[in-house]
């Protein structure tokens, strides 16, 4: 009888757990194979890819009982990334090298029938796991070798076979450690093809991207067919800020538990997803039957575009409402609980009516008011009262159009909303928030303080637009991110106004 285990990794979430696959082979009774610790579909597969890629690569075992044992036998194991730690227990089971020889390290990738390496989603986390585990190295497929090797302080080795692994384990062959991708933040002339300054008139709606990328405030658009809404929110990565390392790594490790990194190493541009309105709860929020993370949390750090949001369903929709509160998403189910962070700007963009064109001078609208309404009832009132600007586009005149590119560039932009950010980030050192958008209880108290002016004007605009408690909030917040972008300390009155009329939605209740 032999012994033999190699350490891995199992996905919690995006937290990854260790895992250590035990190789008992005996060679008296009837040969058989079973694998016991809670091993889901793709990872009993792997028999079938292991022993077939064994046998392509040359290397015979000999006729046994053998049994599998993934180690916590209560966790829940999925995927193919057990198939290279598979093989190598399998074979040291043999004495095909010393058992010894892989002490200390984490490893996992994919077997294709030849014994080629194929990568495997979650490797960063996995990383992240053998450097706190104090690993004396991981071994990944050269597909993962990037993003593993942004995990400092961890000596990553990339392999292209099976049989790559099993000569460095035999000392007959070194593999080179996976040199880290040096991490750059983006720049907006390089990182983007769209740019602020293409987007003809529309002052009032480019002053309102401004607004929310500095306080980090969710945005609606209003406004009729080709007005530019869409064209608006796809720019609006243009004008935050880069990414910062923690912030980058936040970002990779999602999309390497999703299998969206491609080979690449960090992240540097902020995420921006914009979602079909045909899509489902699960796939917006995120879940399924093997849990995965879903477009909200792709969106985590950067931007959630959602166009043409009344069409989307009603109860997607309200379930975005806790995750904009609370940054994160949680997903429960009979075995598990699981928690994945949703930190994102929501972007969206609606007609004013079914047929698009209420309010447009030059069409008729084709609506009667029952149809507005109901049109308007799919946003719930919970829903929009989390959407700090609402902003009327209209469409842009004839004389803006054929005028020459505007001088307010991306680059320009952003540069007033990095400043506005420094003074937040001065503000709120030492805090839990680092944005006015995120303003709540005694901090918003705080750092809003009003004069006696300032508190006449909002309870008059309260009175007079019937704003909820959450509506009067939202102003506060706005106005505090006005007043940064003008270097102003105290909120003042134009702040105010300014900021109640970015809540578009609230004015038109009061006509």
């Known amino acids: 009888m032999s012994l033999s285990a190699i350490r891995t990794a199992a996905l919690l979430g995006i937290e990854a757990y260790p895992v250590s696959l035990e190789v008992d082979l005996a060679r008296q009774g009837m040969p058989s194979f079973s694998m016991v610790g809670l091993a889901e579909g793709a990872v009993r597969e792997s028999k079938e890819r292991v022993f077939a890629a064994l046998r392509n690569a040359g290397l015979k075992l000999p006729p046994a009982r053998i049994t599998v044992n993934l180690a916590p036998a209560d966790m829940r194991k999925e995927g193919s990334a057990y198939d290279l730690p598979l093989a190598l227990a399998l074979l040291a089971a043999v004495d095909a090298f010393p058992a010894e020889a892989v002490n200390g390290y984490f490893m996992a990738g994919e077997l294709s029938l030849t014994g080629e390496l194929r990568p495997v989603s979650g490797i960063l986390p996995l990383a992240a796991l053998a450097r706190r585990e104090g690993a004396k190295g991981l071994i990944v497929p050269r597909g993962n070798a990037a993003e593993a090797a942004a995990v400092e302080g961890l000596t990553v080795y990339a392999a292209g076979s099976l049989l790559e692994v099993l000569r460095f384990f035999t000392g007959e062959e070194a593999l080179s450690p996976a040199t880290p991708l040096p ?55 243009t004008v935050l800020p880069p990414l910062d390392f923690e912030e980058a790594l936040e970002v990779t490790t999602i999309y390497s538990v999703a299998g969206r990194l491609d080979g690449q190493g960090l992240l540097t541009v902020r995420p921006f997803r914009s979602p079909h309105h045909t899509i489902s709860d699960a796939g917006l929020i995120g879940g399924g039957s093997y849990p995965r993370p879903g477009e909200v ?96 586009v209209p469409a842009v005149p004839y004389k803006d159009l054929k005028a020459d590119a505007s001088p307010v560039t991306s680059a320009v932009m952003r540069q007033r909303v990095l400043v506005a950010r420094e003074v937040q980030a001065a503000r ?50 706005i106005a505090r991110t006005i007043a940064d972008l003008d270097a102003e300390a105290e909120l003042r009155v134009e702040h105010l106004a300014e900021a109640v009329n970015l809540r578009s939605l609230d004015r038109q209740r009061l006509a």
């Open 183 to 237: 991490f750059v933040p983006d720049a907006v002339d390089a990182a983007f093809a769209e740019d602020f300054s293409e987007v003809k008139g529309q002052e009032h709606a480019k002053r309102a991207v401004e607004i929310a990328a500095a306080g980090g405030h969710n945005l609606l658009f209003i406004g009729p067919p080709g007005s530019g809404k869409t064209m608006l929110a796809k720019r609006m990565p």
């Open 428 to 477: 709120y050192a030492g805090m839990p928030i680092t944005v006015n958008g995120r303003l709540s209880g005694r901090a918003l108290s705080t750092h809003c303080r009003l004069s006696a002016e300032g508190h006449a004007f909002l309870e008059g605009a309260v009175r007079r637009l019937g704003l909820s408690a959450r509506s009067h909030t939202r102003i506060l917040r």
């Open 297 to 392: 949390s792709m969106a985590h750090r950067g931007v959630l575009f959602l166009d043409e949001l009344p069409e989307f369903k009603k109860s997607v929709l309200e379930v975005l409402r806790q995750p904009l509160e609370d940054g994160k998403v949680t997903i429960a189910r009979a075995a598990v609980s699981l928690s994945y962070p949703a930190d994102v700007m929501l972007l969206c963009a609606m007609n004013p009516c079914p047929c698009g064109y209420l309010g447009d001078e030059r069409h008729a609208c084709t609506c009667g008011d029952a149809e507005v309404r109901r049109y308007r009832a799919r946003l719930s009132g919970p829903l929009l009262d989390r959407i700090d600007l609402q902003v009327e």
